[in-house]
């Protein structure tokens, strides 16, 4: 009767309204079924929604295409160098080595033989010189055109296997940390003979039909959907037939969405993925304790991370009183005790961090005899003291009112502390310390207005991560050169220097610093201008640093084996980073 | 057709248009009221993300704004707006340039429709009846004995009811996947074991809705079938001899149905509402999830378009339900 | 139906008061006491970030364990429900008030100015509350409990308007209408002394349902992590759940006691609601 011819009704609905999701997606007639023991499965790394955008656009180097970050530098492109960041060790991959001129206005890249794109015609220096020409002359939108422009005059290419670039001004560290350390340097070489002509922020390098995107990497594109990108080895990879390298163990790659920490953590349970989006502390010991072969870079925690050269710190804007006053700035770095901070906000993942020095520079530059180390430990930086704190304000002309809140001149110092979603766990304890020691310190909105006010100096304080310090104090220590500060309302042209700090002696020590290379000799120019720099910050602390910055990077051993690791350090464990492509031709199938 | 029907037409038409109009200009205006540029924070958030370090913030988004018209006055923007929907054309992502929104929607909608219209037309169904039969008088104690049970579930929001049934059967008895709407190594393709995947990782999502809603259905049901049984033609039915069941189905449900479909119509946006945490809560590639993303990263033009989308939505269904209604009941038609 | 309405003020209350209407009352009742009461047991300091040591199971000191970052629930409990309450009880007010004016005034006086309510009214129905809700929350400097109120109260007005304006529309056909009329009375006299009265049981009605619709909106907000940040709430002790992964890591006593307090405050809100309309409309218990 009706009942019947509706439950028939319902049921055939039902099962045309599972497969609408079938129109959304492309179809993958063509693909090959491959087992799971020949596939590896990742995920992008951090924050990203549930389903992928621009599938098929595949330029390399638009800002808004993450795709060089998420999966290209460990299938289809690769770099001329990577670096261990964990040794310093150079790494020479489609070149073979490189050497800057005694006055830095030059460097020579000898480029490897036998290295061919995927289509088979040569990587040569012609290719080199069209790409970094190409990112000089490139316009904004294109990630590194800023760089490439600053420092790059001109490319040649003298020989198939000789580049030649000529600098404007010397460049002791421009190959180092552009094209060799396989850190977030993301500027592969790209093929001339597929871009010249095209407009490089406009071309899509997506044609299956001619096998773009077109790299020199062992694998090749074979289906990209809103939900899963999937790579085929190639077996006459050049490293292959050169006898270089042999081709890498997974057969297959695939890389699918993640969107949250929560869906993360039940892939790895479920052995639905194998390495990708770190987790927090907490997630990745439950779902260990539910799935033991889910590794990090440490044996055991609660520090199981690696530091990505990264610290959170408190950035004072020094354009805005009483900010300005560095006697205000000390009685806040005395104000916080960083050891609870880390406890409570990140369950002791992250240690405390006096200065933005990260773990990569512990093995060479804050070793036990270091001068710079010593310095730190001298200055007692981490030394939370509430009479410290009153002296601090009080030299400062600040008492405490009725409330007990700091105020000077009847005024009460209001204390917002503004954060970005990905430092909101020291929000809330932050401001309670802060609150503790007599600030009136109130936790503000957590959206994305951080950044535009971070760049215009609308801010008083904002918790940012400083970063940098992968390979000398110089990286970590430029940001406060002056030449990044602006009037407030002009936006600062880089956002990890949003101090607005301006000193004429530390900037001529650091201008100094770039026109020589790195030197651990404590008698060298080099490190007699670190100290000096290091003293100035010590005395006026522009910056508070609080926490390294360490991940929890998941690697799931169920399939595959060989992840690095603190035993095993044979490249820092970052998948976003270049130098991850050592971890696919290092991995092996499990069983 | 009368006049009196042609003229409740005409009305009903132009009562959806001037809605469809005043909505989706609130819906331009709100996004533009938010502060800050939301074209320089897309860019400046990929800066975090550690890929452009050394971009220059400021020109590229001037770059932008100046290809997206956004330096425009407001009274240009509005106007291109217009323009721009009749093209069918709802702009481009800032935060996943230059991937256009309806792209994003198109990609999104099969699981969010699939989602909600599954959960939606169970629980409607399921409870409508559930409900209609708890009404009628002889009701077992069996089902007398749901009716506490179905107040409580419908009492919790069905998005916490998402994160119950996710410890349970997923945390604690893994029975059913906890995320995603396919495994991660499935190439999707049209054959029997995509589709069994699909409903597997939807079984979850689908049934926090449903059971949340069924609840709110069944009682709605009920207190309509009990004002219903109180009508004179349900005494005349019974005193005519027919069979209790005929006069169950064919009276009493078809009666109380009408109220129920509107009450559907009007209940939609809460049940959208409540399905953006559970797409979110399950990793679901829907609406929801989209727009989650979009409200935290302020990618306006895709809050816009996915805003609009539902408005319309709405807005045709409600229109479809008045006009359904006069043509089933012809006491209503005014 | 005056007349009915007038006996059935104390004196008939005792058969028209349902059961139902009785057990949804003692629920609020009891949610609302331990509000009052309990803050002045229950040290507020305990349930802000760090006062406790963290991920603790109920037992011992805590009784309902404590969550990843240090609250003691129990405190958090205590101190979070009567601001969910709090703001229901603003929406609903504000909500329910301004509908209730708002349909009372289109009912009675019809013509554009009815249009024009309606109209306006139909409109915002038809926009998912929750899409202009997050825009208009993501979009505020300092979100607090009352700003959240208003602006969910701000959306919820509309059905309650369209129930009041209907009622009054069947009202003013009735005979005593006419004859307020023909005695000379003034349009908002009669507003006021012949239909508002009859009108106040859906007004009341609709208060409980604005109340309901806005808990459950501003809590959706809440998880979403648009709530106010620095407030304790049962809709944001929910999203600091879900942040640090409670479900994955078995945290239950920091996600299932909110859960369980929501799903009391409507289970007694649902049971009032129902009851009351058996108070006001007494057709509707005779066959149930």
């Not at chain 1, 929560?262 to 779902?287: P, Y």
């Not at chain 2, 890929?51 to 923007?77: C, E, F, H, K």
């Not at chain 2, 945390?171 to 906890?178: D, I, T």
């Not at chain 3, 109920?58 to 969550?67: A, H, I, K, R, T």
Request: hydrophobic share 50%.
């Amino acid at each position: 009767m009706q009942r019947c011819s509706l439950m028939r009704a319902l049921r055939g609905g039902i099962a045309a309204l599972a497969l609408l999701p079938m129109a959304g997606a492309a179809f993958a007639q063509d693909v090959a079924d491959m087992s799971r023991e020949e596939t590896l499965v990742l995920t992008p790394w951090g924050d990203q929604p549930a389903q992928f955008s621009n599938v098929d656009n595949w330029n390399t180097y638009l800002s808004t295409i993450p795709k060089q970050r998420d999966v290209m530098q460990i299938t289809i492109n690769e770099m001329l160098f990577y670096t261990n960041l964990n040794t310093g060790e150079l790494i020479p991959w489609q070149a073979v080595s490189y050497e800057t001129a005694d006055d830095f206005m030059s460097a020579t890249i000898t480029l490897r033989e036998g290295v061919t794109w995927a289509d088979g015609v040569a990587f040569t220096s012609e290719d080199v010189k069209f790409t970094l020409e190409a990112l000089r002359d490139a316009p904004p939108e294109i990630r590194g055109a800023a760089s490439f422009n600053e420092w790059i005059a001109s490319v040649d290419a003298p020989d198939p296997l000789t580049v030649v670039i000529t600098y404007k001004k010397p460049a002791p560290r421009f190959v180092r940390d552009f094209l060799a350390l396989g850190h977030e340097n993301h500027y592969p070489i790209l093929p001339r003979h597929i871009w010249e002509g095209e407009n490089i922020a406009e071309f899509t390098n997506y044609d299956p039909a001619r096998g773009l995107p077109l790299g020199t990497g062992p694998y090749r594109l074979v289906s990209t959907t809103t939900g899963q990108m999937i790579f085929d080895r190639r077996d006459e990879w050049w490293g292959n037939v050169t006898g270089f390298q042999d081709a890498p163990a997974p057969a297959r790659i695939v890389l699918v969405p993640v969107s949250s920490d929560e869906a993360m953590g039940q892939l790895h349970i479920a052995n639905q993925v194998d390495g990708g989006r770190q987790l927090q502390i907490g997630t990745f010991e439950a779902a260990r304790a539910q799935n033991p072969n889910l590794a990090s870079w440490n044996g055991e925690g609660p520090e199981w991370g690696a530091p990505d050269g990264c610290v959170y710190s408190i950035v004072f804007n020094h354009l805005v009183a009483p900010y300005d006053n560095a006697d205000l700035r000390h009685a806040v770095n005395h104000a916080l005790d960083r050891a609870t901070l880390a406890d409570i906000a990140y369950e002791g993942a992250m240690p405390t961090a006096p200065f933005a020095f990260s773990g990569y520079m512990a093995g060479t530059w804050l070793t036990e005899d270091s001068v710079l180390r010593q310095m730190l430990e001298d200055a007692g930086v981490d030394n939370q003291d509430q009479a410290l704190v009153d002296e601090r304000m009080a030299a400062a002309g600040f008492e405490r009112n009725g409330e007990g809140f700091w105020a000077k001149d009847g005024e009460v110092l209001d204390f917002l502390v503004r954060t970005p979603a990905f430092i909101q766990p020291l929000l809330a304890p932050i401001t309670q310390q802060l609150r503790n020691a007599g600030f009136d310190a109130r936790q503000g909105a957590v959206d994305d207005t951080w950044l535009p006010d971070l760049l215009s100096g609308n801010f008083g304080t904002m918790l940012f991560v400083h970063c940098g310090s992968l390979s000398e104090p110089l990286e970590t220590m430029k940001d406060y050169h002056s030449k990044f500060a602006r009037p407030i309302g002009t936006n600062i042209p880089y956002s990890l220097a949003g101090t607005r700090y301006e000193n004429p002696e530390y900037d001529a020590i650091i201008d100094r610093m770039e026109a020589i290379p790195a030197d651990t000799d404590p008698n060298s120019a080099y490190m007699q201008d670190a100290v000096a720099a290091m003293e100035i910050f010590l005395r006026d602390m522009p910056q508070v640093h609080l926490i390294e910055e360490f991940h929890v990077v998941t690697f799931n051993n169920s399939y595959w084996t060989g992840w690095p690791s603190a035993a095993d350090p044979y490249v820092a464990p970052y998948t976003p980073w270049e130098a991850f492509n050592l971890v696919i031709h290092n991995l092996q199938p499990a069983q | 057709m009368s006049s009196d029907l042609a003229s409740y037409l005409a009305k009903r038409i132009t009562q959806l248009f001037l809605v469809i109009f005043i909505a989706v200009s609130v819906n331009f205006i709100i996004p533009r009221l938010l502060p800050g540029d939301p074209v320089a924070t897309a860019l400046a958030r990929l800066q975090t993300s550690g890929s452009g370090q050394t971009m220059d913030i400021q020109a590229v988004s001037d770059a932008y704004r100046a290809r997206y018209g956004l330096d425009q006055p407001l009274w240009n923007q509005y106007l291109n707006y217009w323009a721009d929907l009749f093209r069918l054309d709802l702009g481009v992502s800032f935060a996943n340039f230059p991937e256009k929104v309806t792209v994003m929607i198109a990609n999104a909608l099969p699981w969010s429709v699939g989602l909600l219209a599954t959960a939606t037309l169970l629980s409607f169904f399921i409870g409508s009846f559930l409900g209609g039969r708890l009404a009628w008088p002889g009701a077992g104690r069996g089902i007398r004995a749901l009716v506490p049970g179905l107040m409580v579930l419908s009492a919790i929001p069905f998005y916490l009811l998402a994160i119950i049934m996710v410890y349970i059967f997923a945390v604690e008895l893994r029975w059913l996947p906890p995320a995603g709407g396919v495994e991660t190594t499935r190439i999707m393709r049209l054959d029997w074991a995509t589709a069994q995947d699909i409903l597997r990782h939807a079984v979850l999502p689908c049934l926090s809705i449903a059971i949340g809603n069924i609840g709110f259905w069944a009682l709605g049901m009920r207190s309509q079938m009990v004002s219903v049984l109180g009508e004179d033609y349900i005494t005349f039915a019974e005193a005519k001899g027919l069979s209790p069941g005929r006069v169950f189905f064919w009276y009493g449900i078809r009666n109380a149905f009408l109220p129920q479909i509107t009450a559907l119509a009007l209940n939609l946006g809460a049940v959208v509402s409540g399905a953006v945490l559970v797409e979110v809560i399950f990793n679901y590639p829907g609406l929801g999830s989209l727009l989650y993303v979009a409200i935290r990263g302020q990618d306006y033009f895709v809050i816009q378009g996915v805003v609009l989308v539902l408005i319309v939505t709405l807005a045709v269904m409600l229109f479809i339900v008045d006009l359904i209604y006069p043509l089933l009941d012809p006491r209503i038609r005014r | 139906m005056t007349i009915a309405l007038k006996t059935r003020l104390p004196g008939g209350l005792g058969s028209r008061l349902g059961g139902t209407l009785i057990a949804g009352l003692s629920i609020l009742g009891v949610i609302a006491f331990f509000s009052i009461i309990g803050p002045f047991f229950v040290d507020e300091v305990l349930a802000q970030v760090g006062s406790v040591r963290p991920r603790q199971p109920p037992g011992g000191d805590f009784p309902l364990g404590s969550d990843a970052q240090g609250r003691d629930m129990l405190a958090l409990m205590v101190h979070a429900t009567p601001n969910t309450l709090k703001m229901g009880l603003i929406a609903g007010v504000i909500g329910g008030g301004l509908g209730s004016i708002l349909g009372l005034i289109a009912g009675q006086f019809g013509g554009w100015i009815d249009a024009v309510i309606s109209v306006i009214s139909d409109s915002l129905m038809t926009v998912p509350a929750i899409a202009i809700l997050v825009v208009i929350a993501g979009n505020i400097e300092e979100m607090s409990t009352s700003v959240m109120a208003v602006v969910v109260a701000s959306l919820s007005w509309m059905f309650t308007t369209r129930t009041v304006r209907a009622q009054v529309l069947s009202i003013r056909e009735r005979g005593y209408i006419e004859v307020a009329r023909v005695n000379g009375e003034g349009p908002l006299e009669i507003l006021f002394r012949e239909v508002m009265p009859n009108v106040m049981p859906y007004i009341v009605a609709s208060f409980v349902g604005t109340s309901s619709a806005a808990i459950l909106a501003i809590i959706g907000l809440e998880a979403l992590g648009l709530g106010a940040q620095n407030e304790m709430t049962l809709g944001n002790t929910i999203y600091w759940a879900q942040q640090s992964s409670a479900v994955l890591r078995g945290f239950w006593w920091w996600w299932a006691p909110p859960i369980v307090v929501i799903a009391m405050i409507f289970v007694g809100l649902f049971l009032t609601s129902v009851g009351f309309d058996r108070f006001a409309n007494p057709r509707l218990g005779r066959r149930a």
